[in-house]
């Protein structure tokens, strides 16, 4: 089993707002950071959002644009997304992910700085 879960996708049309969601599967971690990725049909993964727990920082993609909100949820390592205002090209997988070394917060845009992924929830808007 994936050591994160990822939930609330689903089909959407253009203009909806949806929250995204990734809790811990069961195993016990202490993460330093944690973000997002999504990946469309037939395109490379690409980083969306994350948050340092250290200092609550954030970093977004710059086509987020104000559209997506990353945050804290509830519980010790989980993670939410929001999404506003979305588009079709918003349509893809969306990844959570767990980075775990010390220097995983120093670049969190990266793929190689996460030690836990999901299996993906998939998102779909209609125009």
């Known amino acids: 089993q994936a050591p994160l879960v990822e939930s609330g996708g689903g089909l959407v049309q253009a203009g909806s707002s949806m929250t995204l969601s990734c809790t811990p599967s069961g195993r016990s971690f202490n993460s330093v950071v944690m973000g997002w990725f999504r990946q469309a049909p037939g395109e490379r993964r690409e980083f969306v959002a994350a948050?340092?727990?250290?200092?609550?920082?954030?970093i977004y993609a710059d086509f987020v644009k104000g559209r997506f909100t990353v945050s804290r949820g509830d519980a010790k390592n989980t993670l939410n997304l929001r999404v506003n205002f979305l588009k079709p090209e918003d349509s893809a997988v969306y990844y959570c992910a767990a980075g775990l070394r010390s220097d995983s917060g120093a670049y969190p845009t990266l793929e190689a700085s996460y030690d836990y992924w999901g299996q993906g929830t998939q998102v779909t808007v209609s125009s």
């Open positions: 948050i340092r727990w250290r200092n609550d920082r954030t």
